[in-house]
């Protein structure tokens, strides 16, 4: 739990329907009211209202003013374009200043904005275990100081070989929440939201009317051609390969090298010609184009597409894992598995000794409200 930074009055940011009933869980969870709720975009303040969760909710405007932060966002990334505005904002800075700002993530346009009116922001994520999630008010992932926390618990409280052991039975038949999202709600949302952008000037990006289509499709088309690898079998001796997506804020802002490149590098380390490469494809990519490179990629290079199974499962027998910085590899480390990351990752360095008191320890319950 964050001790080091307890807020006056808390301000969240909620920038989609799923990080609103998010936040809503959180502040059950920890008995926060907050005072000031503000809305990227229409749909959740809509539906905020609606369901009457508290605070002032405030519906962010875009405004002449010159952007405050220097950082490129996600949603820059993903569409290529440079966002030039900035966002209206009716209180003072003194105000701003006396409470703690909350948000999803942190790499989003709104969030950074928000961000550098703010003297204490805490970042939030849901962690890739069961009905839990993490927080930092240094930064999301690479950037936060989990390492910091869970080194300095792991000395002070004690970690059995059944708390190990517990963790592992839990995650044997354990499916991320993000691999059933509803394509239908959220082209839903999306239509409203580009309204919003439109008509009252909110402040979120928004995609055309044509892209958004488009999008959806892609996120079907990719679902289908996933689904073609689950009964793809497994050799006797491999590694495992995590995917992960390919405009992902951890892929694209902390880390120097994208997947294809990721792959080639495990390649050359595995026990050729002994055992093989297995990549996992990632269940939430969105870009048809990311999918159908890496298994192109994959023929050329004698790889093995095979998303069988759980992860848990397949990582259980293979020999070594490669990611780029995905939480599964953190996970893997439970399995005694040897786990290299490409990328920025706050377990780099872990075994499952830490991976048990970061879960135990450092993870809140993300309960209903």
């Known amino acids: 739990m964050d001790t080091a930074c307890q807020p006056h009055s808390v301000h969240i940011l909620i920038d989609n329907a799923v990080r609103l009933r998010f936040f809503?869980?959180?502040?059950?969870?920890?008995?926060?009211?907050?005072?000031?709720?503000?809305?990227?975009?229409?749909?959740?303040?809509?539906?905020?209202?609606?369901?009457?969760?508290?605070g002032q909710h405030l519906?962010?405007?875009?405004?002449?003013?010159?952007?405050?932060?220097?950082?490129?966002?996600?949603?820059?990334?993903?569409?290529?374009?440079?966002?030039?505005?900035?966002?209206?904002?009716?209180?003072?800075?003194?105000?701003?200043?006396?409470?703690?700002?909350?948000?999803?993530?942190?790499?989003?346009?709104?969030?950074?904005?928000?961000?550098?009116?703010?003297?204490?922001?805490?970042?939030?994520e849901i962690a890739n275990f069961p009905n839990k999630y993490q927080s930092s008010y240094k930064g999301v992932n690479a950037d936060a100081d989990h390492d910091k926390k869970v080194r300095s618990l792991s000395s002070s409280h004690t970690i059995t070989q059944e708390d190990m052991s517990g963790l592992v039975n839990l995650l044997n038949h354990y499916r991320p929440p993000h691999v059933d999202t509803s394509i239908l709600s959220k082209s839903v949302e999306q239509v409203i939201n580009l309204l919003g952008f439109y008509v009252l000037n909110t402040a979120a990006p928004q995609a055309s009317p044509l892209a958004q289509i488009k999008t959806a499709f892609e996120i079907q088309k990719c679902r289908k051609l996933i689904e073609r690898f689950q009964a793809t079998p497994l050799p006797e001796r491999?590694?495992?390969?995590?995917?992960?997506?390919?405009?992902?804020?951890?892929?694209?802002?902390?880390?120097?090298?994208?997947?294809?490149?990721?792959?080639?590098?495990?390649?050359?380390?595995?026990?050729?010609?002994?055992?093989?490469?297995?990549?996992?494809?990632?269940?939430?990519?969105?870009?048809?184009?990311?999918?159908?490179?890496?298994?192109?990629?994959?023929?050329?290079?004698?790889?093995?597409?095979?998303?069988?199974?759980?992860?848990?499962?397949?990582?259980?027998?293979?020999?070594?894992?490669?990611?780029?910085?995905?939480t599964g590899g953190l996970q893997c480390?439970?399995?005694?598995?040897?786990?290299?990351?490409?990328?920025?990752?706050?377990?780099?360095?872990?075994?499952?000794?830490?991976?048990?008191?970061y879960y135990k320890y450092v993870l809140r319950e993300l309960v209903s409200e």
């Open 24 to 54: 809503q869980q959180v502040c059950a969870q920890e008995k926060i009211t907050p005072s000031l709720v503000y809305h990227s975009s229409l749909f959740t303040w809509l539906k905020a209202k609606f369901n009457r969760f508290p």
């Open 59 to 124: 519906l962010l405007n875009r405004s002449n003013q010159p952007r405050l932060s220097t950082r490129v966002s996600i949603e820059e990334i993903k569409s290529g374009k440079t966002i030039q505005y900035g966002l209206h904002l009716a209180h003072s800075n003194d105000e701003l200043k006396r409470a703690t700002l909350w948000v999803f993530s942190g790499f989003q346009f709104s969030a950074m904005e928000l961000a550098q009116l703010y003297n204490s922001t805490r970042y939030f």
């Open 238 to 326: 491999y590694s495992l390969f995590i995917g992960q997506v390919s405009q992902d804020s951890q892929t694209v802002l902390q880390s120097k090298v994208n997947t294809k490149q990721a792959l080639i590098n495990a390649l050359n380390d595995i026990d050729k010609p002994h055992s093989h490469l297995v990549l996992r494809l990632h269940p939430g990519e969105k870009k048809l184009s990311a999918i159908t490179e890496l298994i192109e990629f994959s023929k050329e290079h004698n790889i093995i597409v095979s998303n069988k199974g759980s992860l848990f499962e397949v990582a259980a027998h293979c020999e070594k894992v490669y990611t780029i910085n995905s």
């Open 333 to 357: 480390l439970l399995l005694d598995k040897e786990v290299t990351t490409y990328g920025d990752a706050f377990y780099k360095g872990w075994d499952k000794k830490l991976v048990t008191a």
